[in-house]
């Protein structure tokens, strides 16, 4: 359970750079074995990567022609800046690092891009030789193989992040944007797979133009259905997500939901692929049917989770002011996405750039302060409760001289106004008699003048 927060102690942090008091983290490296090494793990996880990035290219590039592969390249990566843009607009209230992102696509584009087109490739022929039954076997490979390979592959992304960069994994958000980032990775390099096969067809047939082959693998993947892979394996994500909400007590949960999530995105991947086996209008039917509404329920769902977490900010932090860490306008500030930006457009605009970053860092931290807090509370603290606590008071006592001012900026401007309740004027020495008068705005001490901090 959480206790009450330490006191700040005088001095109050080290230099720059140099571990916080009880982080335990000065010198727990020295001993350590080559490969627990960041830079070797990074160094292979790199490498593996680079290697599948290499390989994918040229499985697509010899199915594809060259020209092809550039076509489905340009037309590909069209949706990808939008759909990566609104999965970090999900992750604001507590950004995840930019490393986490940039594998998880890699890891989608690449490592699952390739497992599936060798696995499904080789099922799909093994199916069709011991059948004799060659459309059968692609209906088959379709519905059933594809979902299960490419679902389970997307996961692992998932899972990696899951177990080996645990503080940045928190809750539901975090496991829809990794789940998401690494399914649009995937999605890119099918794309490019189908839209430069669609472009070597009308090569053969001569179709050009709205009635081409790849005016229609466009229409359908790209404008009508560009979130599909990131739907199916958000479910996925949505299960990690719970598990990592979940006590440790209850090891059967955290093993339960992610199984489940896998399953649902597995059967909603086999039902968008098996569309066409419903008729002539059967792809348009689920994707009414289905396809929107379930886009609708978990957008829903996340941005009311993404409410929920500004709403802890608020309920966790005033135990850190009360302490003397934090200023009793900053719970507020922090729990408000509007009041954050205003406090890094101050910064930038008082201190420049350099400070609206460090306003947006001293964010992060206390945001990871209070989603630690909240997990204590609710029981599942985590062994190394209390030395994480320490860190990340560290880091925000570190940059407390640049974040305060603007984060006292916003919480003025966008304080409630006080309630104040205005008694009758009073008429031969008693209330009540005569017109009640007319109520005036509150008084509001949050809204006087501000003066700039930064300047001397």
Known sequence: MATSPPHPSYPVGPPDGAPFAGSGTAGSSRH????????????????????????????????????????????????????????????????????????????GACAAALIAIVANSFATRWIATATADPSGADTLGATVIAPVVEESAKAAAVLLVFLFRRRDFTGIVDGVVIAGVTATGFAFTENILYLGTAFGTDQLTGGSGIASVTAATFFVRIIMSPFAHPLFTVLTGIGFGIAALSVDRRPLRRVAFPLGGLLLAMGMHAMWNGSSAFGEYGFFAVYAAFMVPIFGLLTWLVIWTRQRELKTVRAELPAYAVAGWLTPAEPYALGSMRARRIARQYARRHAGRAAAREVARYEAYATSLAFLRHRARRGSPGADFAVRERELLGELWRRREVARPALDHAGRITAPPVPVTVPPWPVHGMYGYGHQPAPYPAYNPYRSAAYNPYRS
């Open 32 to 107: 350590a074995h080559w490969w627990h090494r960041a830079w070797v793990r990074y160094g292979a996880l790199s490498t593996l990567l680079a290697i599948s990035g290499l390989v994918i290219l040229a499985l697509v590039r010899e199915e594809t022609g060259t020209e092809g592969f550039l076509v489905g390249l340009g037309l590909a990566v069209l949706p990808v800046p939008l759909l990566i843009a609104a999965f970090r607009w999900l992750d604001r209230v507590e950004p995840g690092p930019w490393r986490n992102l940039i594998f998880c696509f890699a890891w």
